[in-house]
């Protein structure tokens, strides 16, 4: 029987007077691909940057195996195993595909900064691990083909996959991808959603996505969780979700 990776339980967030989330409780289960929809300032983000730890939350609790993330720093969280993307890319545009992948793999090494200056054997040995597994990933992502290639040179849609192959080298077991379809087109939502379900078989990946593309959403999530103005008002299958009154409201007010 699956277990539960991530715990969220009564988080509530304040900024002033406005309660961003409101008693925030749902799990995600190992192994399973959630989404997290909502419209437009339901607090879908601000969530993920508590699981980011990039903000503090002043009620509730989140748990990672086991673990309550207000444990560990937020340069701890992507050793810890959670990775994310952004809404934004935050690719760095004049290195390479394969260097902009590496990147992602140094929160797992060990050398410091007087090691890699004097390039003692166990650098060299870490850094060629590192490029092996860099390549994997690209291979994964079918980006073979533009590895060596700036970031800048490539179109929008390969550069969201260049992030989500960066993202997996921290070796995550959950992974946060927000707003992953975002200015693609549709024969890109459809390769995304390709991808996702290979990743998640491939590597054995939980993931968590927060994306306003509907399609894509149900049709690779297990489980669906909904915001409107920071409370959640839905929990579910794609198909229960869909159905929920207060969702339908939600996205198509009061007269649907």
Same mark, same amino acid.
């Given at each position: $029987?699956? !277990?539960?990776?991530? #715990?969220?339980?009564?988080?509530?967030v304040r900024?002033?007077?406005?309660?961003?989330l409101?008693r925030?409780?749902?799990?995600? $289960?190992?192994?399973?691909?959630?989404?997290?929809i909502g419209?437009?300032?339901?607090?879908?983000?601000?969530l993920f940057?508590?699981?980011?730890?990039?903000? !503090?939350?002043?009620?509730?609790? @989140?748990r990672? #195996?086991?673990?309550?993330?207000?444990d560990?720093?937020?340069?701890?969280?992507?050793?810890?195993? @959670?990775?994310?993307t952004?809404?934004?890319?935050?690719l760095?545009? !004049?290195?390479?595909?394969?260097?902009?992948? $590496?990147?992602?793999?140094?929160?797992?090494?060990?050398?410091?900064?007087?090691?890699?200056?004097?390039?003692? =054997?166990?650098?060299?040995?870490?850094?060629r691990?590192?490029?092996?597994?860099?390549?994997?990933?690209?291979g994964?992502?079918?980006?073979?083909?533009? *590895?060596?290639?700036?970031?800048?040179?490539?179109?929008?849609?390969?550069?969201?996959?260049?992030?989500l192959a960066?993202?997996?080298?921290?070796?995550p077991?959950?992974?946060?991808?927000? #707003? =992953?379809?975002?200015?693609?087109?549709?024969? #890109?939502?459809?390769?995304?959603r390709?991808?996702?379900?290979?990743i998640?078989?491939?590597?054995?990946? !939980?993931?968590l996505?927060?994306?306003?593309?509907?399609?894509?959403? $149900?049709r690779?999530?297990?489980?669906?969780? *909904?915001?409107?103005?920071?409370?959640k @008002?839905?929990?579910?299958?794609p198909?229960?979700?869909?159905?929920?009154?207060?969702v339908?409201?939600?996205?198509l007010?009061?007269? *649907?």
């Amino acid at each position: $029987m699956p !277990t539960a990776l991530l #715990e969220v339980s009564g988080v509530t967030v304040r900024f002033g007077g406005i309660t961003a989330l409101d008693r925030i409780s749902f799990d995600v $289960m190992s192994g399973s691909i959630a989404g997290l929809i909502g419209p437009n300032g339901a607090g879908k983000t601000t969530l993920f940057n508590c699981l980011s730890r990039l903000y !503090t939350f002043s009620e509730g609790t @989140i748990r990672f #195996e086991g673990a309550l993330l207000t444990d560990f720093a937020a340069h701890k969280i992507a050793a810890l195993g @959670i990775g994310r993307t952004f809404q934004n890319l935050a690719l760095f545009r !004049t290195m390479s595909v394969l260097d902009n992948v $590496m990147v992602g793999g140094h929160c797992q090494t060990r050398t410091g900064f007087l090691s890699n200056a004097l390039r003692l =054997p166990w650098v060299r040995r870490e850094e060629r691990d590192l490029r092996e597994r860099a390549t994997e990933a690209i291979g994964l992502l079918d980006l073979q083909s533009v *590895a060596h290639r700036p970031v800048s040179d490539l179109p929008f849609g390969t550069q969201k996959r260049v992030e989500l192959a960066r993202a997996l080298l921290s070796r995550p077991k959950l992974l946060l991808l927000d #707003e =992953p379809a975002s200015g693609l087109n549709h024969e #890109e939502v459809d390769t995304l959603r390709q991808l996702l379900s290979r990743i998640r078989h491939e590597l054995k990946l !939980t993931i968590l996505l927060v994306e306003h593309h509907m399609n894509l959403v $149900m049709r690779v999530s297990d489980q669906v969780v *909904a915001l409107d103005f920071g409370r959640k @008002i839905a929990d579910g299958t794609p198909a229960q979700v869909q159905a929920n009154p207060d969702v339908i409201r939600a996205y198509l007010g009061d007269a *649907a």
